[in-house]
């Protein structure tokens, strides 16, 4: 059987545990965010995506998802479903509106500034 890769979240597997134990609806950007406050570790969303699966570490989340009772995530629905709303009622502005697919924008970084012509 191969060698498990180490990996640099392995040192702070209790505390990960503990923090998904107390918030289960914990995302992985703000699992992010707690590893770099806390520890100083920057770690990307794939690798906590990867970490758990490795471990053999599985949670399930409710069908209904718990985030959603969150202030903060109401707000941003809130938002959303305005926009969603206007855009119903503004079907005419539809041809105007340009969609960049974020990987494209990823794939053109660093941000190339547009300058108008002279």
């Not at 699992?31 to 053999?56: F, V």
């Not at 399930?60 to 926009?83: L, M």
């Amino acid at each position: 059987m191969p060698k498990k890769r180490k990996s640099k979240l392995d040192p702070y597997r209790a505390d990960i545990i503990g923090w998904i134990g107390e918030q289960p609806d914990l995302t992985r950007s703000e699992l992010c965010t707690r590893l770099d406050g806390e520890h100083g570790l920057r770690a990307g969303s794939s690798t906590l995506d990867d970490w758990p699966r490795s471990n053999q570490i599985t949670y399930k989340k409710t069908a209904h998802a718990s985030e959603q009772e969150r202030a903060d995530v109401q707000a941003k629905r809130n938002r959303w479903r305005k926009r969603q709303d206007w855009l119903k009622h503004h079907l005419h502005l539809l041809d105007r509106i340009v969609f960049i697919p974020s990987r494209q924008i990823a794939a053109q970084s660093p941000v190339r500034q547009w300058m108008k012509p002279d």
